[in-house]
């Protein structure tokens, strides 16, 4: 724990003018990113007496080790920094909107020749036009069922759209009317896009225009005795104003706007949102925070504001957003949204009226959705603050381990023999930091040599960087190997003092896990005592009996099976042992794929694709002169050369046996090559399981 008065800068250094600092730990990671009006006078809060500090503040300060600070123009600008940085460092301390479900939007692709309207999650991409959030699929999908009969929108796949043009049958909702059938030319892209124009006009909430227009078109045809085009245009009628019953009128005069509604208790804090458009609520999302510093509800709202709005420009920034309380101050938040929206945008609290009575619906679901949170996260935090104390008593740690790096080694039969790294932090995953292995160092099955090698390649790297960045001087043995050989990913980038967010091996964990028993944690333990570390804890978890061991004991620890100790080392381990066998059968999948064209120096995939479409498949090709092989577009006669003496060299494969008949199949086809249709290569099979045990 550091103390703040040795990284605290000295009297005068602090500029008084707007700005963005960040505070940051021992390893030069960013654990906290803030902005002020006033430098000077916000970093001076952080340096007072701890015990004046608010408890999450105080863990901050000390967790911190030096801050730093840039200065900016206004107020505004510090806004746009902070929110940059927030989302670049992704910095620890910093209060971060936790979504507990990535929420379906109805998307249309107006970046298509064909428009299509489909469910989409996740980043929104450019030139697709989005509506929702919605809380569920599947509402998305009968509004869109209904909507189809009216609008008959492309909605397949582009796999499905390019067989029914194939074979030039529409599917089956072609069939119903419930699509135009571009794939088929019964309508002209231009007559597509403009269907798919007025798709997205309705659902923008511009409903009373057209459904004024079908009303005098009905009437026309009624009139003019055209009874059944009457009842069809009856039935669109009906099926609009019941896709429109699905969103309740909420207020009279057509606003857009989003409502922002917080609840929040000393600990937490909940945001509930509702999209309305239209005078219509057509979409609702929800957020949770833990609050690690203390923060007032403006603030808590100015987040959520550059939670919501940060990527968001044009119309999906709306003219009115309605919060609980006001940001302070309020001007720099609004003229940022102004500029998100490129025209003026109203932040306010609502005082009266219908706008009012719909805001108190949205804190009642703030509220509620805060309580069912605290309901089923109470539980899970304790559970794992328990079961890390647990691993510490058992192990004889000085405190709870809050990094755990697990390592497994997967092969088949000694073959494609791969290591993979899993990181826990505070007890939950942290996906973004696996690491993958491919042991280079010997060939052959040895579980102890590869964990060895393993170990060995991870806190090499760790020491490299360590000595780049000044953090560690003393020199070791074995830090050359910075780029070792094997690893899946580019290599780390370098630390410099502007760069927060150090790479690939840069941070150390608290105890590191392997799959195995005492021979693969003795093998851990050597690794680490060659290279002078003597500060990371090691153990084992054997799979037969769930066993811990520890390097040099005789004995191992055994836990309680109820413990949540032991059942947060078997979560590690299987996560270490599924990430590493994903990864072993992907690389399998890959060399059961390869051909004898994958050995040809200077052959890409562009002109192996080609070369097996000109010929059909690697028989003909073998059997191909040079010149026949120069006929391919892209192929010269010094590659058709190599081709020839490649093919020439390589055996080729055996010829197929029916197993049923005993009858030998003589067309047999070679890895690389299909049987149905040249150029597209297929696996030329699957390992059968049954061969050897994947560990």
Known sequence: MADPSSYRPRPGEIPDSPGVYRFRDEHRRVIYVGKAKSLRQRLANYFQDLAGLHPRTRSMVTTAASVEWTVVSTEVEALQLEYSWIKEYDPRFNVKYRDDKSYPYLAVTMNEQFPRVQVMRGHKKKGVRYFGPYAHAWAIRDTVDLLLRVF????????????????????????????????????????????????????????????????????????????????????????????????????????????????????????????????????????????????????????????????????????????????????????????????????????RGDKKALMETVQRNAQQALVLHKTKRASDLTTRSRALEEIADALGLDSAPLRIECYDISHLQGDDVVASMVVFEDGLARKSEYRRFQIKGFRGQDDVRSMHEVITRRFRRYLADKERTGEWTDGAEGTGDTAPDGLTEPPASTLTEDDGRPKRFAYPPQLVVVDGGAPQVAAARRALDELGIDDIAVCGLAKRLEEVWLPGDDDPVVLPRTSEGLYLLQRVRDEAHRFAITYQRAKRAKRFRAGPLDDVPGLGETRKHALIKHFGSVKRLRSATIDQICEVPGVGRKTAETIVAALAQAVPAGPAVNTATGEIMEDVEEPGETAGSPGEPVSAGVPDERRGQET
């Open 152 to 351: 008959p929108v492309r909605t397949c796949s582009a796999g499905v759209f390019k067989n029914a043009a194939r074979t030039g049958r529409p599917c089956l909702l072609g069939y119903i009317d419930k699509c135009s059938a571009p794939c088929v030319d019964r309508i002209s892209p231009e007559d597509h896009r403009e269907l798919a124009d007025e798709f997205c006009d309705f659902m923008a909430g511009r409903t009373g225009t057209y459904l004024r227009r079908l009303e005098t078109l009905m009437a026309e045809a009624a009139e003019d005795m055209e009874y059944e085009r009457a009842a069809r245009l009856r039935d669109d009628i009906g099926a609009l104003k019941k896709a429109m019953e699905k969103n309740a009128v909420v207020l009279a005069d057509a606003t857009d706007a989003d409502l922002i509604a917080v609840a929040e208790d000393e600990l937490e804090a909940a945001v509930q949102i509702f999209h309305v458009r239209g005078g219509r609520v057509r979409g609702q999302r929800g957020w949770v925070t833990d609050k690690v510093e203390e923060i007032t509800t403006g603030a808590l709202v100015e987040h959520a504001l550059q939670q919501l709005y940060g990527e968001e420009t044009g119309d999906a920034v709306p003219r009115e957003v309605l919060v609980p309380a006001l940001p302070d101050p309020v001007e720099p938040v609004q003229e940022w949204l102004t500029r998100r929206r490129g025209s003026g945008v109203s932040l306010r609290v609502p005082q």
